[in-house]
Each structure stands twice: as structure tokens, then as C-alpha cells.
């Protein structure tokens, strides 16, 4: 199994070490891992603004540079729902299009018992990937009940307390373009997460989209919050 | 004109009422989770339901046939409205044909939509809401900020204020009180009147009766006072068979507040004696907005409410910040039906969370009709510069030199970058650039 990897613009921008994580964590679990470096974004805030008609550029070249993989993996829920939503129209098309946790969660790979997180973690339940790409319980849903998929890796680490919150999946307010066009409610909405996480115990809050912890990250610096955001990939494959 | 952001920057300046009105729908919402997963089957519950809309839109034409035959034979006078004017006219036709100057009222969205107050009202009727929260918000000369829970908004300081003002009496905050006054304003009201109007929930096709369904059954003790009921409905709000009342009778009252069922469900089959049962069906623009692909489904809402409680934009800047007699994520999308500019801003009042569709008790998928309003709205201009953003998307040498160009800047000029993006980073700080992008990294390392 070839595996392509996808690092998101803003990703590669500004999270690095995200990049680097997923992509030692998977060789470490022996898959053959490419990074196509042709890569660029794949579209979604131009399609989210109104403009999809625009993004058959960025998608024509994203299925050109990954078109010779099996799996597609990536540690963006959001982008990930994008592409897959927007890949299936194109002619030979048979790649299977992962979120990092959703990939290691299929393959079986969910013991990190071996690594030690002494912290008390939050986790954020990314809208898109909760109830685009169902990677855990969505709290509206009636009988869903599982384990999210990043719980399930988390879970056996060492020293980890993963803490509850009360409202386990209400949006962080980043929405892409939406955090541009209403800002004050943006803010608002990340302002009543960071509460929630505050106040439930976190010192470390998690999850499956850099984006809307790059948002959290933005108000808790501005209001010098004693809190941390960090992809979980970093707290699963640490140097 | 004032767009949805700028009414919600202003509903989120009083953080404490922002934060009280937040809760307390929450609450609502919570209470919906509760008494929903008491049944088991809630979720082929919400298939059926969906289903059995979906199949009523598809053959409207014959279903609203068979349904005006049906409430013919029952003795139900049947009038067929284009539009909102049309719907005026009638109601006024039939209060004066009965020398009626007073129309006593239970909860309608579709008589906000017509503006049937108003027009009533430049017509010399009086007319009196009888739902409690809508007549609060008639005295304040408002509007409903939720279909469900119209006076939500406001808080019981408000409403002692208003009942003192207009009922003459001790301004009080118990809602014991408050509710025993109410009782015998209205009370006066309904012994008097002679043509009462309701809303519907549902008409059924079969058997030619509709339901409404009430909680403080003010909706029943003004038609059964009065001679005369008027009933105003959409025409989506048909469905099939009396067998298929019970999948939307479980649904609505528990998505709606979190009730196992309404307080009162009435239905209405026939006309009393020297009675008169006179059933609106209207359009306006309903049969329009069936014609559209991608938007027809919105036409399934049942007006529970559930997608406002859910809604962190709703709950947060509040009903009014939409501008629009249904707002909301369900008012979201069919605002822009009405009128695409006015109500432009409003799919984009919206983070795409998909907690509106995922409580949906007939499985509107509100959040991809947000995105579809995205596209139509910004469809018929062509926008070079984006334009020019889509194709460099495909230049990974330009895109490498644009990112490249802007980390330089953020480290060289961070301020200015900082009022360029300042609608970002008002109240956010951006994130640091770090020593080297992942693909200069990786390109070193392999």
C-alpha cells in the first residue's frame, strides 16, 4: 500500500511539526510514505466563499499529483472532507481519501501505550470531521455512542486524563471564511470552547484539524490563556 | 443596509445576554436530546418522516387535490391563495362577511410571512394575538425572534415591564402572576369574538381534517368561542394519510422543546353546528422555490425550531440578527428565496457545523443548502481576482512564492499584516511563521 501524503497549506505554513509527526508516524509504522511536493491547497476556502467554479484548477492538480497512490491520508479532517467530496467526479478515481486518525484507527494501530502525555487533554470534536466524515458521535444523533476515532488512540497513552466537556461538540466558531466575514461571533463562539475546556480541568486541547485549533490558538494567545493546542499526532509521536 | 454581521456584532455587545440567551437554548436543545433518545428508533423515525415529505413534494399537485375534495366533502370551505396579497383578502373577505372587527389569532408563521397583521390592521380590524409570547411581542411592537418560542429574546424583567404598561398593573417578574393576567385579558377576548384564525401543523390528504398543535390551547379556545375559524397554511405543510400523522406527531413537540408531544393536538374535521371552518392554502412562492433543484428539500420543514436551538450562530446573536420572519439556519435558506440581496449575508452566517441537519426531524441538509446558496449567490458575477487565486492553485511555483512572500512579510512587518488580516486578528492572534515550512523540511530530509 502506497500511501500519498497530504499536508494542507496552512499546515505546512505554519504547523510543521504537525507534517513532520504524521509523516513519522506512519513510517514508523512501516507504510511506504510519499509526500508529492507539488502540492499546493485544495480549494476549500474559495468553494466556501462562493466559489467552487474556480476550484477545478486545484482539485485537476490534487488528483494529478496523487492519482498513482492507494490511500490519500492527511491530518486535516476539513480538507480531507473537501477532496473526497470533490474527487469522486473525476473519471478513474479509486484512491481512498484518510484523515490520519480515521486511517490508523481502520488499520488497527491504536496502541501508544508505549508514549507518555502527563497532561490533562480536552479533545475538539472538528465539526467536518464529526458529522462530515463520522469520525466519532455526534451528540444529535440518537444511538450513536462509540469512541471517537482520536479518543481511541489517545486513550491508552501514558499518564494522558482525558477530560469530558459539557458540551462535547459544539463549533469552535472557526468556520474558514466565516471567521473572516463574522468576527466578533467567531471569537465569541471560540471564546465559549475555551471556557468549556477551562473549565472542565484541560491544560491541553486536541484534535483532528489544525484549522480550528489554529483559531483557538489565536484567542488564547490574544487573551493569555493558561491553555495549549496541539494536533494529536504530536502527542502520539513525540521526539 | 445591515447584513447578519453587523446585527450580530451589535446582539453580541451585552455578553451577558448573549451568554443567557446561548443557555438557554442550549437547554432547550438538551431537553430535545433527552426525551429523543427515549425512542429507540428515533432515526427511522427522521427516514420515514423525510420520506414521507419528500414523496408529498414530488406529487404536491395531486395530494393538495385530493385534500381540498376531501375537506370539501367534510363541509371545510377551501380558498387557494397565489400570494401573501391574496391570503389578506380573503381573511378580510371573511371577517367582513361576518361584520367582524376583531380576529382573535393563534401562532402563525405563514400570517408573519403575509404580513397579515399589519394589513388587517390598515383595514380597521383589531387583532389580537392570542399565543402568549406573540402577544408580548405584539405589544412591543416586535417581531417573533424564533417560530417556536416568538418573545425568547426577552427576559422576564422585560415582560413584567410591558404587562404593567399595557394591563395597568404592579410590575411584577412571577410568571404565575403573569400568566394568571394574561388568562383574563385574553379570556375577555375570546368570549366576544366571532372569527377566530389558527395556523395548521398538518393537513392530511385522505380525510380532508388538519391538526394544530398548541401548548397553552389558546389556539382551541378561540375557535370553539368564535363562529367562524379561519385556517392558514402553506401548501407544504400537506401530508398523504392519517397514518403518517403519528411519525410527525412523535417528531415535532420533541425536536421542538423537548416534549413528548404537545399539550394540545386538535384536530379539525367538520364545522360545528352554524358553524363555518374556512381552510387558506397558500403559495407564495412555495411552488417556486419546488421548482429548484438543490432547494426543494427545505420545503420538508416542519417549523419545530430544532435548527435554531442548535445553531451556535442562532443562539449566539439571537433571531432578530437575521432580519427575516424565520431565522435561523432553515430562515438561511429560504430568505435568499425572497430576496437574494437582502438577505445575502445570511448563508453566510454560518460555520458549516451541520448540527442543523443532524437534529432535523425530516432531514433538511441545511448545511449543503448553505453552501448552494454560497455558490447561486455569488454566481451570476464573474470575480477575476479569484479567479486568479483558482489557478494558481495549480502553479505550485507561484502558490510556493506567494506563501513564501507572506511569511517574509509577517516576519519583517508583523503589524502591518496584522491590519491587513484585521478582521482576523481583532480578536485572534495569528499563528508564528516557524523556521521552515513542512516541504522545506522534507525536502531536505529525504
Same mark, same amino acid.
Given at each position: 500500500?502506497?500511501?500519498?501524503?497530504f499536508?494542507?497549506?496552512?499546515?505546512?505554513?505554519?504547523?510543521?511539526g504537525v507534517?513532520?509527526?504524521?509523516l513519522k =508516524?506512519?513510517q514508523?509504522?512501516?507504510?511506504?510514505?510519499?509526500?508529492?511536493?507539488?502540492?499546493?491547497?485544495?480549494?476549500?476556502?474559495?468553494a466556501n466563499s462562493?466559489?467552487e467554479?474556480?476550484t477545478?484548477?486545484a482539485?485537476?492538480?490534487?488528483?494529478?499529483l496523487?492519482?498513482?497512490?492507494?490511500?490519500?491520508?492527511?491530518?486535516?479532517?476539513?480538507?480531507?472532507l473537501?477532496?473526497k467530496?470533490h474527487?469522486k467526479?473525476q473519471?478513474?478515481?479509486h484512491?481512498k481519501?484518510?484523515e490520519?486518525?480515521?486511517?490508523?484507527?481502520?488499520?488497527?494501530?491504536?496502541?501508544?501505550?508505549?508514549?507518555s502525555?502527563?497532561?490533562?487533554?480536552?479533545v475538539?470534536q472538528?465539526?467536518h470531521g464529526?458529522?462530515?466524515?463520522?469520525?466519532g458521535s455526534?451528540?444529535e444523533i440518537v444511538g450513536?455512542n462509540?469512541?471517537?476515532t482520536?479518543?481511541?488512540l489517545?486513550?491508552?497513552?501514558?499518564d494522558?486524563?482525558?477530560?469530558g466537556?459539557d458540551?462535547p461538540?459544539d463549533?469552535c466558531g472557526?468556520?474558514g471564511?466565516?471567521s473572516?466575514k463574522e468576527?466578533?461571533l467567531?471569537?465569541?463562539?471560540?471564546?465559549?470552547?475555551?471556557d468549556?475546556?477551562? /473549565?472542565n480541568?484541560?491544560?491541553v486541547?486536541?484534535?483532528t484539524d489544525?484549522?480550528?485549533?489554529?483559531?483557538l490558538e489565536?484567542?488564547?494567545k490574544?487573551?493569555r490563556?493558561p491553555?495549549e493546542v496541539m494536533h494529536?499526532?504530536?502527542?502520539?509521536?513525540?521526539? | 443596509?445591515?447584513g447578519?454581521p453587523?446585527?450580530?456584532?451589535?446582539?453580541?455587545?451585552d455578553?451577558?445576554?448573549t451568554?443567557?440567551?446561548?443557555?438557554t437554548?442550549?437547554? !432547550?436543545?438538551?431537553?430535545?436530546?433527552a !426525551?429523543?433518545s427515549e425512542?429507540?428508533?428515533?432515526e427511522?423515525?427522521r427516514?420515514?418522516a423525510s420520506?414521507i415529505k419528500e414523496?408529498t =413534494?414530488s406529487?404536491?399537485d395531486e395530494?393538495?387535490?385530493e385534500?381540498e375534495?376531501?375537506?370539501?366533502?367534510?363541509?371545510?370551505?377551501?380558498h387557494?391563495a397565489?400570494?401573501? /396579497?391574496e391570503?389578506?383578502?380573503i381573511?378580510?373577505?371573511?371577517?367582513?362577511s361576518?361584520?367582524?372587527w376583531q380576529?382573535v389569532?393563534?401562532k402563525?408563521m405563514?400570517?408573519?410571512?403575509?404580513?397579515?397583521n399589519d394589513f388587517?390592521e390598515d383595514?380597521?380590524?383589531?387583532?389580537?394575538?392570542?399565543?402568549?409570547?406573540?402577544r408580548?411581542?405584539?405589544?412591543?411592537?416586535q417581531?417573533p425572534?424564533h417560530?417556536?418560542?416568538?418573545?425568547?429574546?426577552?427576559?422576564?424583567?422585560?415582560i413584567g415591564?410591558?404587562?404593567?404598561?399595557? =394591563?395597568h398593573?404592579?410590575e411584577?417578574e412571577d410568571?404565575v402572576k403573569l400568566?394568571e393576567f394574561?388568562?383574563?385579558?385574553?379570556?375577555n377576548y375570546f368570549?366576544?369574538t366571532?372569527v377566530?384564525?389558527t395556523?395548521?401543523?398538518?393537513?392530511?390528504?385522505?380525510?380532508?381534517?388538519?391538526?394544530v398543535c398548541?401548548n397553552e390551547?389558546n389556539a382551541?379556545?378561540?375557535v370553539h368561542m368564535?363562529?367562524v375559524?379561519?385556517?392558514?397554511m402553506?401548501?407544504?405543510?400537506?401530508?398523504?394519510?392519517?397514518?403518517?400523522l403519528?411519525v410527525?406527531l412523535?417528531?415535532?413537540?420533541?425536536?421542538?422543546t423537548?416534549?413528548?408531544?404537545?399539550a394540545?393536538?386538535?384536530?379539525?374535521?367538520?364545522?360545528?353546528?352554524?358553524?363555518e371552518?374556512?381552510?387558506?392554502l397558500?403559495d407564495?412562492?412555495r411552488?417556486?422555490?419546488?421548482g429548484?433543484?438543490?432547494?426543494w428539500?427545505?420545503?420538508k420543514?416542519?417549523?419545530?425550531?430544532?435548527?435554531?436551538n442548535?445553531?451556535?450562530?442562532?443562539?449566539?446573536t439571537?433571531?432578530?440578527?437575521?432580519?427575516?420572519?424565520i431565522?435561523?439556519?432553515i430562515?438561511?435558506i429560504?430568505?435568499?428565496h /425572497?430576496?437574494?440581496?437582502?438577505y445575502g449575508s445570511?448563508?453566510?452566517?454560518s460555520s458549516l457545523c451541520g448540527?442543523?441537519?443532524?437534529?432535523?426531524p425530516v432531514k433538511i441538509?441545511?448545511?449543503?443548502q448553505l453552501?448552494?446558496?454560497?455558490q447561486?449567490?455569488?454566481?451570476?458575477?464573474?470575480s477575476?481576482?479569484v479567479s486568479?487565486?483558482?489557478?494558481?492553485?495549480?502553479k505550485?511555483?507561484l502558490?510556493?512564492?506567494g506563501?513564501?512572500g507572506?511569511s517574509?512579510?509577517?516576519?519583517?512587518?508583523?503589524?502591518?499584516?496584522?491590519r491587513?488580516f484585521?478582521?482576523y486578528?481583532?480578536?485572534?492572534?495569528l499563528?508564528? !511563521?516557524p523556521?521552515?515550512t513542512f516541504?522545506?523540511?522534507?525536502?531536505?530530509?529525504?
Open positions: 500500500m502506497k500511501i500519498g501524503l499536508i494542507p497549506c496552512y499546515i505546512n505554513q505554519y504547523y510543521p507534517g513532520i509527526a504524521t =508516524l506512519l514508523k509504522h512501516g507504510f511506504e510514505v510519499d509526500y508529492p511536493t507539488g502540492q499546493t491547497c485544495c480549494g476549500q476556502p474559495l462562493g466559489y467554479r474556480y477545478h484548477y482539485i485537476n492538480h490534487f488528483f494529478t496523487f492519482r498513482k497512490y492507494d490511500v490519500i491520508v492527511s491530518p486535516s479532517a476539513s480538507c480531507i473537501f477532496v467530496e474527487l467526479f473519471p478513474g478515481h484512491q481519501i484518510q490520519l486518525s480515521d486511517f490508523l484507527v481502520e488499520q488497527g494501530l491504536t496502541d501508544y501505550s508505549g508514549t502525555f502527563p497532561k490533562k487533554v480536552g475538539l472538528s465539526c464529526l458529522r462530515g466524515l463520522h469520525l455526534s451528540t450513536e462509540g469512541d471517537s482520536i479518543v481511541k489517545l486513550h491508552n497513552v501514558s494522558i486524563q482525558l477530560i466537556l458540551r461538540d463549533c472557526f468556520g471564511t466565516f473572516v468576527p466578533a467567531s471569537v465569541k463562539m471560540g471564546n465559549d470552547r475555551l468549556d475546556f477551562i /473549565r480541568g484541560a491544560e486541547i486536541t484534535g489544525m484549522s480550528c485549533l489554529m483559531h489565536g484567542v488564547i490574544k487573551q490563556m491553555l494529536f499526532s504530536e502527542i502520539i509521536c513525540q521526539e | 443596509m445591515k447578519h453587523e446585527l450580530a456584532e451589535k446582539f453580541l455587545q455578553e451577558s445576554r451568554n443567557w440567551h446561548d443557555e437554548l442550549w437547554w !432547550v436543545r438538551s431537553k430535545r436530546d !426525551v429523543a425512542i429507540k428508533d428515533w427511522k423515525l427516514d420515514a420520506q414523496d =413534494l406529487n404536491l395530494y393538495l387535490l385534500f375534495q376531501n375537506a370539501l366533502k367534510n363541509g371545510i370551505k377551501v387557494w397565489a400570494d401573501a /396579497r391570503h389578506n383578502e381573511v378580510l373577505q371573511v371577517l367582513k361576518k361584520d367582524a380576529l389569532k393563534s402563525s405563514l400570517t408573519e410571512e403575509c404580513g397579515l388587517l383595514h380597521g380590524i383589531e387583532v389580537i394575538e392570542s399565543d402568549l409570547g406573540e408580548i411581542i405584539q405589544w412591543m411592537k417581531t425572534s417560530i417556536v418560542m416568538p418573545a425568547i429574546h426577552l427576559k422576564k424583567k422585560d415591564k410591558v404587562f404593567s404598561e399595557k =394591563l398593573i404592579r411584577t410568571p400568566t394574561a388568562r383574563i385579558h385574553l379570556r368570549m366576544n366571532k377566530a384564525l395556523g395548521v401543523n398538518f393537513a392530511v390528504a385522505d380525510s380532508g381534517t388538519f391538526v398548541t390551547g382551541d379556545m378561540g368564535a363562529d375559524h379561519i385556517a392558514s402553506g401548501i407544504e405543510k400537506l401530508i398523504p394519510k392519517i397514518e403518517h403519528g410527525f412523535r417528531l415535532l413537540a420533541r425536536s421542538a423537548g416534549q413528548p408531544i404537545t394540545y393536538t386538535s384536530h379539525f374535521r367538520k364545522p360545528g353546528k352554524g358553524k371552518i374556512h381552510l387558506i397558500v407564495n412562492g411552488s417556486e422555490i419546488l429548484k433543484s438543490h432547494f428539500h427545505s420545503l420543514c416542519i417549523r419545530c425550531g430544532a435548527c435554531m442548535t445553531c451556535p450562530i442562532f443562539r449566539k439571537g433571531g432578530h440578527s437575521y432580519d427575516y420572519i431565522p435561523g439556519p430562515g438561511a429560504l430568505a435568499p /425572497r430576496d437574494p440581496i437582502k445570511l448563508p453566510f452566517a448540527s442543523c441537519a443532524a437534529v432535523c441538509d441545511i448545511d449543503k453552501y448552494a446558496w454560497r447561486e449567490l455569488t454566481g451570476e458575477k464573474s477575476l481576482p486568479f487565486m483558482g489557478y494558481v492553485l495549480k505550485p511555483g502558490f510556493n512564492m506563501s513564501k507572506l517574509i512579510l509577517q516576519k519583517l512587518i508583523p503589524w502591518m499584516i496584522d491587513f484585521k478582521s486578528t481583532r480578536g485572534r492572534e499563528p508564528k !511563521v523556521g521552515q516541504k522545506d523540511w522534507y525536502k531536505k530530509h529525504t
